[in-house]
């Protein structure tokens, strides 16, 4: 956690250092999806996935989604399943608030092994405020 964290601050400080350079690839690689979570850029908060199972595609799958920060910004989060090779997503995951900074994610089935992405909008009264994805292989 703690180097997730130094990483974070190391590339904050590399394009506040170099602002002349910050092109969209600096961005496409600060935002590169993660396997244990997703940034959210706009409201600036980091979004950790712990797993309560060992994810695979032959069970549901849950987990609690841990914000770096708390936010009045949005009051909703969306989640959903998406596997990006194949174009097709899956069943409506359920999420229920646990506090501010915690969501439970149950109910969530990776149809088949290969690459899924996990993805994550924040709306506030229904309005996109952001959106982030973590992208794994699930076995
Ligand atoms: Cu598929």
């Given at each position: 956690?703690?180097?997730?964290?130094?990483?974070?601050?190391?590339?904050?400080?590399?394009?506040?250092?170099?602002?002349?350079?910050?092109?969209?690839?600096?961005?496409?690689?600060?935002?590169?999806?993660?396997?244990?979570?997703?940034?959210?850029?706009?409201?600036?908060?980091?979004?950790?996935i712990s797993w309560e199972n060992t994810p695979n595609?032959?069970?549901?799958?849950?987990?609690?989604?841990?914000?770096?920060?708390?936010?009045?910004?949005?009051?909703?989060?969306?989640?959903?399943?998406?596997?990006?090779?194949?174009?097709?997503?899956?069943?409506?995951?359920?999420?229920?608030?646990?506090?501010?900074?915690?969501?439970?994610?149950?109910?969530?089935?990776?149809?088949?092994?290969?690459?899924?992405?996990?993805?994550?909008?924040?709306?506030?009264?229904?309005?996109?405020?952001?959106?982030?994805?973590?992208?794994?292989?699930?076995?």
């Amino acid at each position: 956690m703690k180097a997730l964290w130094l990483l974070f601050s190391v590339l904050g400080l590399v394009a506040c250092a170099n602002p002349d350079y910050v092109s969209d690839d600096d961005q496409q690689v600060q935002n590169k999806p993660m396997a244990d979570g997703a940034y959210f850029s706009k409201v600036r908060i980091l979004a950790k996935i712990s797993w309560e199972n060992t994810p695979n595609s032959e069970q549901a799958n849950a987990f609690i989604l841990n914000l770096s920060a708390p936010s009045d910004q949005f009051n909703e989060l969306a989640v959903s399943l998406w596997m990006p090779s194949m174009g097709h997503g899956s069943i409506p995951v359920k999420i229920e608030k646990i506090n501010p900074t915690q969501y439970r994610i149950t109910d969530v089935y990776f149809l088949m092994p290969g690459d899924w992405d996990i993805r994550f909008t924040l709306k506030n009264n229904g309005v996109v405020i952001d959106s982030a994805y973590a992208s794994m292989i699930v076995p």
